[in-house]
């Protein structure tokens, strides 16, 4: 049989040939033409694609700006901690490498577990983050070992330090990684998870001045994502700088005269509003929420029945007790319905209705004008005087000193206290004022509330004649290059002429407390320095003795002790600061909370070298 093709069949071959040379013919123009698009038209985006898989873009965090006081004294800083971090692509077994990893340093496998997957989240080329402010020993232990730790690298990141230890906490706040919920607020666009960012007081409030802008580095890979070479480098800048109105001396006289008991102190410059001292105990440790606060010192915290998370001076609500008569006077003295000279008989109680309500000093102070009054914080000379005033008069006395409304302390948060008055009984509770509670809020007892911060400010205010400063705790901002950025200017709240014969009598009383013989804080007196204060004690529970001149009963369970408190300002003649005291539970005023007032005097004065002080005689401040 011959093989050869028919005729019939030479033309379908033929075309079958053409159309299939045709084909390939199509196909190689179309891979010239692929070719000349990706070496000729392609190549700048190609190159870019190939240069985005080759480097690598590492964030390096830039240190916070750092906090200072009034005077330059370093509070907040940054330290150099470091940290053990993975590079998860070039972790092949993990489950070896965490053995090999706890093993060398006598941890918990489990721990590392965890932390790998917190940031399972964060992109791959990331450093993630698995201890964090290890000590020298431990990262050298890492480094000698680090052929058998492929993947696991030790890096240097800033780590806020705190000089002096937990002093100021509330006022610092603390740092914590940002949130899933937060980053997706516009507020944090520009942030990373795992990012730290202020949680609380100033960290958060100057978040944007603090933080800085972070560094970048520029790494070359290979086609597994292992580092070959570093780039190129952008430095971070810091933060800017905040420059306190405290004062780093008067803040630990402060924190040591309270010492472990609970309670607040401050102190303001009474011609500026400006905070001199801002304690609030007990603290906490901020550096704990700086390297990450584990379960078991959270739990501390929180279980901590004295709640030392909670930031007194703005949320703590107290009855004020005798330091709220002061406000009872100028109300009597300026509606006309008591002088200076004004006496009442103490006979240790008054009798309204079926009720009694006693003075705290049992047999009574006999007959007492306004300076005996205040000097020996007399409650029926109060009683009196207060119904006589009325409560409505009262309350816009205590108004016009700053009680009973919020200071506009930027911290957010901030109580405001209670000052009643007939309209708000009746539209609170909808039922008319009773003389009985116009007798208790005489002597800041009932409905009456107060946080720290605001007697503070109405101490203030009696001291310089009238104006109620709002508080301020930033003095400066400054830039990195030295240069100031942002100035505080002093914001007055509200400004009251008091008739001057009135308000010298009242702060002639409160010289009286504690620099002649009978005063409630006459134990407490300096022998430089005069200065002016009023004792109170609030009572928690209601008892049947409330004597103030008591020794504490050691049989009263702790949480149902008075307060005690203590307002003043120094010095009598020409006053300068102001200083209120809570001390919770402390029992009473004159014993537990005037002492710490002293202290803080003497470290002022200590530091002015008294200079600034006229010296000590016999005549009333006015």
């Not at 069949?9 to 013919?25: K, N």
């Not at 201890?131 to 890096?155: F, H």
């Not at 010298?504 to 002649?516: I, S």
């Amino acid at each position: 049989m011959s093989l050869k093709p028919s005729p019939e069949e030479t033309p379908g071959l033929r075309r079958r040939f053409v159309v299939s040379s045709l084909i390939v013919a199509g196909l190689f123009c179309v891979l010239a033409l692929r070719l000349w698009y990706l070496q000729v038209l392609g190549v700048d985006h190609y190159r870019k694609l190939s240069e985005r898989n080759r480097i690598r873009y590492v964030a390096i965090e830039a240190p916070r700006g750092a906090i200072f006081d009034r005077n330059g004294t370093l509070l907040v800083d940054n330290r150099p901690a470091f940290t053990v971090s993975a590079l998860r692509q070039e972790i092949d077994g993990r489950e070896q490498l965490f053995h090999n990893l706890a093993r060398l340093l006598d941890i918990d496998e489990a721990q590392l577990e965890e932390h790998w997957r917190k940031g399972e989240g964060l992109p791959r080329y990331r450093p993630l983050p698995l201890l964090e402010d290890i000590g020298r020993e431990a990262m050298e232990k890492v480094q000698e070992n680090s052929v058998d730790l492929p993947g696991i690298l030790v890096e240097v990141k800033p780590f806020r330090a705190y000089p002096f230890g937990e002093t100021a906490s509330h006022l610092f706040g603390y740092l914590g990684e940002v949130t899933e919920e937060e980053l997706s607020q516009s507020e944090f666009s520009s942030y990373r998870s795992g990012e730290m960012v202020g949680k609380t007081a100033l960290e958060r409030l100057f978040e944007d001045r603090l933080r800085g802008i972070e560094g970048q580095k520029r790494i070359e890979v290979n086609v597994r994502g292992r580092e070959l070479r570093q780039v190129t480098t952008r430095d971070p800048l810091p933060g800017q700088n905040l420059y306190l109105t405290i004062d780093a001396k008067l803040q630990l006289a402060a924190e040591e005269a309270l010492g472990d008991r609970a309670g607040a102190v401050v102190a303001l410059d009474v011609s500026s509003g400006e905070i001199l001292a801002f304690a609030s105990r007990p603290n906490f440790d901020p550096a704990w929420f700086a390297r990450g606060i584990s379960s078991d010192e959270w739990r501390e915290l929180i279980e901590n029945p004295s709640h030392p998370m909670t930031n007194k001076i703005l949320r703590g609500q107290y009855p004020p007790g005798s330091t709220f008569k002061m406000v009872v006077a100028l109300a009597a003295l300026e509606s006309g319905s008591a002088t200076p000279a004004t006496r009442v008989q103490c006979d240790g109680s008054i009798n309204l209705g079926s009720y009694e309500y006693r003075c705290w000093k049992k047999g009574g102070h006999g007959s007492v004008d306004l300076n005996t009054a205040i000097k020996e914080s007399c409650d029926v000379w109060f009683y009196r005087v207060g119904l006589e005033t009325g409560i409505d008069r009262i309350a816009s006395a205590a108004h016009r000193l700053g009680l009973g409304q919020p200071t506009g302390f930027p911290f957010g948060g901030e109580r405001s206290g209670m000052i009643p008055s007939r309209a708000w009984k009746k539209q609170r509770f909808g039922t008319s004022w009773y003389d009985g509670e116009t007798v208790i809020s005489s002597i800041g007892q009932g409905f009456v509330l107060a946080t720290p911060l605001q007697l503070a400010v109405m101490t203030a205010a009696l001291a310089n004649g009238g104006t109620v400063w709002r508080p301020q705790i930033v003095e400066k901002i400054v830039n990195l290059d030295g240069n100031t950025d942002w100035v505080l200017q002093p914001e007055k709240l509200g400004e009251t002429a008091w008739n001057s014969s009135a308000l010298n009598a009242v702060r002639k009383g409160m010289a009286a407390v504690v620099n002649e013989v009978g005063g409630t804080a006459w134990r407490s007196r300096m022998e430089t320095i005069r200065y002016a204060g009023k004792t109170g004690t609030a009572q928690v529970v209601r008892r049947k003795d409330d004597n103030e001149e008591a020794p504490d009963d050691e049989e009263i369970p702790y949480q149902h002790r008075d307060h005690a408190l203590f307002v003043s300002f120094a010095p009598v003649e020409k006053p300068q600061i102001a200083v209120a005291v809570v001390v919770e539970h402390g029992g009473h005023g004159s014993s537990a909370a005037a002492p710490v007032a002293k202290a803080i005097y003497e470290a002022y004065f200590a530091e002015k070298g008294n200079g600034s002080a006229p010296p000590r005689h016999d005549a009333s401040g006015g």
